[in-house]
């Protein structure tokens, strides 16, 4: 009989050990389980942030040259419109560059007159045409 009562307690003490570790087991398991969700989470959200990082530079990264390339398109299309506007260089400023010269050269001791206006211009046009061809 005593033998029924010792098994029978160890058998209980058995099964009470058991109940004990399966409830050790869930509860470790709903504690760490919800750590390592909360890690998963944790990561994911690190993982966006980054990733949003990484966008927003290569956005930034992208204006700038989208910008650096329109400034070089204004600037090439400010140099072709010089560079077109070469040719059309206004008589009125031709007289004034050869009026300019004959006055502060100081060669021409009759005065300024028509005539060597007009030579004084044909000297500017020819040395304007030989600093364009050079320039090409």
Known sequence: MMDVWLLSI??????????????????????????????????????????????????????????????SKEREEKVDKLWDDKDKTPQLDLNRVALLHLLLSGSNKEGVTPETLKKEVDKVKNTYEIIKDYVK
């Open 10 to 71: 160890v058998g209980i003490f058995a099964i009470m050990v058991v109940i004990f570790l399966i409830d050790y087991i869930f509860v470790l398991k709903y504690k760490y389980g919800y750590k390592i969700v909360e890690l998963k989470l944790s990561h994911e959200e690190k993982m966006k942030k980054d990733e949003w990082e990484r966008k927003v530079e290569w956005e930034k990264i992208i204006s700038e040259k989208n910008e650096a390339r329109k400034l």
